[in-house]
């Protein structure tokens, strides 16, 4: 099926920090994707209800305030609840290296930190679809 | 899974078969006709809100606003909510939830994002087929979002059964400019942001516009909303339901019913043919001859268009 790569940019929990996940927005935009994009302070049962009703093929989690432990595994979890099995779920933001195991343990494919250009982000999205 | 036990699933109320249904709808035509036919007689029972209006006028809140105070009567609510998709790259930033946040969760709305994908006129080519869907689904009301008006976006009539046309204080002379063509549409017309200087200005220009529409059956109505703050919504609401009433005593609802779904047909008789005209002149390069003798003088267009529609009636495709 040829169609656009939808995609949800979500910032879960009570971080202020959204200029990381307006510029993936936007990049991911620029790549031809339909990004959605429903501001902050959103909890992980209002992003897997989004996710569900947007039929999205990737969930991009973005967080910089160091609750990532708690609130990316909860969506993981989340999905998996709700019998989703054809979304890609990723995350990014400020996170600790010795984090990322323990993230992707949890069902978060990838994680990408500061620097990691966007271009790389945009090959691992069109690489690692599941629909 | 097959799409007849995902259109199963969708009309037992789940919201995961019906966001996987509109997406086959709104991108494969061939699989899309399949579930259309399948689903049509579930169809026509909501009741469908169009809202326009120029950019960042408050449409997103206004709907926002209006979600709530319908769920609060017992209704469920779907929305479909359309932004533009950029010509350059083909993606899009759907940014309308954002004012949309609380209802995510909530058991009785569902909401949907669509760019438009090149497609002018306010919705996106299959906004229609979703919102087939949503009707099957057993929404009372569809609010349809479309992208900021600017001349022409006016596809919503085709399908809207009710359109508020939101306006806001300080357009000034935009209210002239967007008159044509565009202030007809309005059943109902909003003036958002009335905690703003100059609303009721904005009120009296809309007002005066509508003195100047002699043939009007029916005048709309110009209701002052706040969107942000929650108010007015009650009074917009209940100007809606004054226009179901008056659609619905003077017969207007089952014409304009009628008219669009002739609209509708027409326009699917219409692709087909131009894909008939297309393969007839892009295969064989058929015209090559004939245009080099236009250009001869030997032939004018009018005789190489009659020669070509004999020649297509002739052949059986
Ligand atoms: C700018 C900034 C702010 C601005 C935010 C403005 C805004 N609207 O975003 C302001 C001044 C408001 C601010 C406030 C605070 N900040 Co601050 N802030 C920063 C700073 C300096 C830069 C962040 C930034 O914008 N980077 C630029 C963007 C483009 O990068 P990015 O977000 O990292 O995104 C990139 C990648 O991470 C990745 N990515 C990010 N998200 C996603 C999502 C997906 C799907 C993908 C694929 C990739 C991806 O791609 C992006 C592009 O490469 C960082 C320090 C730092 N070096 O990161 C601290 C930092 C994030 N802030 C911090 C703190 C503590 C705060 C405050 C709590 C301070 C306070 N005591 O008040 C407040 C909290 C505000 C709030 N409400 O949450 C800490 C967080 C500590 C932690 N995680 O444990 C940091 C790390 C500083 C530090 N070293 O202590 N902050
Ligand atoms: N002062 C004031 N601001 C409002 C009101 N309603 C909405 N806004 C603000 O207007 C801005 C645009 O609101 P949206 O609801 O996103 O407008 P929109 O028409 O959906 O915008 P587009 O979809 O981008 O065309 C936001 O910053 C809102 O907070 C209101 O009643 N008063
Ligand atoms: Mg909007």
Redesign the interface.
Known sequence: ?N??IRVLVAKPGLDGHDRGAKVI??A????????????L??TP??IV??A????VDVIGLSLLSGAHNYLFPRVAELLKE???DDVLLIGGGVIPNEDIPGLKEAGISEIFTPGTPTTEMIEYIKNNLKR | MSYMKLIENMLKGQKRACGKLITIVENEPEEAEKILREIHQYTGKAHIIGITGPPGAGKSTLTDKMVKALIKEGNKVAVIAIDPTSPYTGGSILGDRIRMQDLALDPNVFIRSMGTRGHLGGLSKYTKNALKVLDAAGYDYIIIETVGVGQSEVDIVKIADTIIMVMVPGLGDDIQSIKAGIMEIGDIFAVNKSDLFGADRTATEINMMLDLSMDMERRPPVVKVVAAKNEGIDDLINEVREHINYLKKSGKFEERRKNNLKLEVVELIEEELRKIVISHTDKESKLDGEVVDILNKKKNVYEVRDEFLGKLNRSPN
């Open positions: 099926m169609r656009p927005a936007r991911l935009r620029d790549a031809g994707m339909e990004v959605i994009y429903t501001g302070r959103q049962e209002q209800a989004t569900i009703q947007e039929d709700e019998g989703v």
